[in-house]
């Protein structure tokens, strides 16, 4: 009796445990989106699909609520430890940082309202730094989850460099943006929303390298927030 108890508290805690790591891909798949349809909107000229956006945005932090609170009441109810409590925990930071790439994704919704009816020299730098970058940061999104889900380091580790990457770019982007403020004084209102359109691209990069940290955290025990990738390398060798 006693057995069959336990064992069924066992099933019930793996259940739960696998319910909020499913919830939170679900989200993760949804900021996805989220960023991937605001890039095109960006891009394409699209205001329906913008609003589109904005108006999304509260599913994400509804779901982040409801996460949040499971991961509070497995803590509560089931007081885990080990490699479970590193599930709940990692699971509750990447869900944070899943609803700040919702709100990135809606800034540049909204950016992109304003920039619709913006001068040539503004969609050439939309279409050539804002996609370009814009493709890579979905990309780290989608590689980020996918570590998550397959317990990979490596894959992790992968991410973190992309981020670099987009760093790069990012810079890039800004010396050409000044170079056409400098040039033409009148392009300086659309420039300044494209700056912040950037901006927000870089900061979904930032945060698709802290899930990929957490990835890091939930397999190996390390905590790897603010190492350098060389550190963060050196210290996940045995695990890679």
Sequence with gaps: MDMNFNQHISQQFNADLEAIRNQMLSMGGLVERQVSDAIEAIC???????????????????????????????????????????????????????????????????????????????????????????????????????????????????????????DDQYASAIRELITYMMEDPRSIGQAINILWILRAIERIGDHARNISEQVIYLVSGTDVRHSSLSEMEEQTQSDL
Excluded at 44 to 62: F, P
Excluded at 74 to 80: A, D, Y
Excluded at 132 to 150: C, E, N, P, W, Y
Aim: aromatic share 0%.
């Design 44 to 166: 394409s000229g699209d205001t329906s699909s913008a609003d589109k956006i904005i108006q999304r945005e509260d599913d994400v932090d509804d779901m982040e609520v409801n996460i949040d609170q499971e991961c509070t009441h497995i803590l509560v109810r089931r007081q885990p430890a080990a490699s479970d409590l590193r599930m709940v925990l990692a699971v509750s930071r990447v869900v944070r940082d899943l609803e700040r790439i919702g709100d990135e994704a809606t800034k540049i919704a909204i950016h992109a309202l304003e920039v619709a009816n913006g001068s040539q020299a503004s969609s050439k730098i939309c279409h050539q730094a804002i996609r370009h970058m814009g493709t890579a940061v979905v990309k780290m999104i989608s590689d980020a989850l996918d570590a998550f889900a397959r317990h990979d380091i490596g894959g992790a580790i992968e991410v973190v460099r992309n981020d670099k990457m987009v």
